[in-house]
């Protein structure tokens, strides 16, 4: 039987007091899976609309399946700091178009055109120093994988981004609470104003089932829903609760 998801800017409020893991599966059931994180070269189509039209792969939770697939995740995860998604895509398309997605040639490549391919994700002189720094870290894992407390060491990388980094590109169940993720859960009341990441990241551990899928998923559906939220207007979402 073929699923009916909402339509692209309806979203769906749940009932008061649901427990979180039953808003994850609402959620899922409403906006379908996400296919999160979009690649440049893949030709997966996006099941919401907002951002890239290619480049996610819902319900195929394989990826990624090269190094070069791998790096762009981190390279992603580092720029979409402080900027929407769409800005990001450009500074990984023109980064790759001058073949420049990749340690070595990030770390050889001169400031200025570095900074030039990245401008569109914002804060480029800054980013360029973060890129940088990532690009020499990950050349020296030869091929391992980072633990959370090692890429916290590496300058420019916070919680959300290692925790992005750990959870898209190195497949680990590291559960990832950004700003869309907070905003939703103090909308429905499970978290209060004033909570931090730290705090929210464990609330979602307690109250959610481990697992890779289900925690790339949760985070997407965050984003998605949150979007979804702005666009009708909060006050105007209260009125779409689903039984």
Avoid at 134 to 139: K, M, V
Avoid at 178 to 197: C, E, I, K, M
Avoid at 226 to 233: C, P, S, T
Wanted: aromatic share 10%; hydrophobic share 40%.
């Amino acid at each position: 039987m073929t699923k009916s998801f909402l339509p692209e800017s309806a979203p769906f409020v749940p009932g008061r007091r649901i427990p979180l893991a039953s808003l994850a599966e609402r959620l899922l059931g409403a906006y379908g899976p996400q296919g999160w994180w979009p690649l440049l070269e893949h030709r997966g189509s996006n099941p919401t609309l907002t951002g890239r039209l290619t480049g996610y792969h819902p319900g195929d939770y394989s990826f990624p399946r090269t190094e070069a697939q791998r790096f762009e995740i981190c390279c992603g995860a580092i720029l979409t700091q402080n900027t929407a998604w769409s800005n990001v895509e450009k500074a990984l398309q023109a980064l790759a178009d001058q073949s420049l997605l990749a340690p070595r040639e990030i770390l050889a490549v001169d400031e200025a055109r570095l900074q030039q391919a990245i401008r569109s994700s914002g804060y480029f002189r800054a980013k360029a120093r973060k890129l940088r720094a990532f690009c020499e870290f990950c050349l020296r894992l030869s091929g391992r994988p980072p633990s959370r407390e090692q890429l916290l060491q590496v300058w420019g990388v916070g919680p959300e981004t290692a925790d992005s980094i750990l959870l898209y590109a190195y497949a680990q169940t590291e559960m990832v609470v950004d700003a869309y993720t907070l905003r939703v859960l103090r909308h429905h009341g499970y978290q209060r104003s004033q909570s931090n990441y730290a705090a929210a990241k464990a609330y979602c551990q307690r109250n959610l089932p481990r697992s890779l899928d289900g925690y790339q998923e949760f985070h997407a559906l965050m984003v998605e829903h949150a979007k979804r939220l702005r666009a009708a207007g909060f006050a105007a979402s209260r009125k779409l609760v689903a039984d």
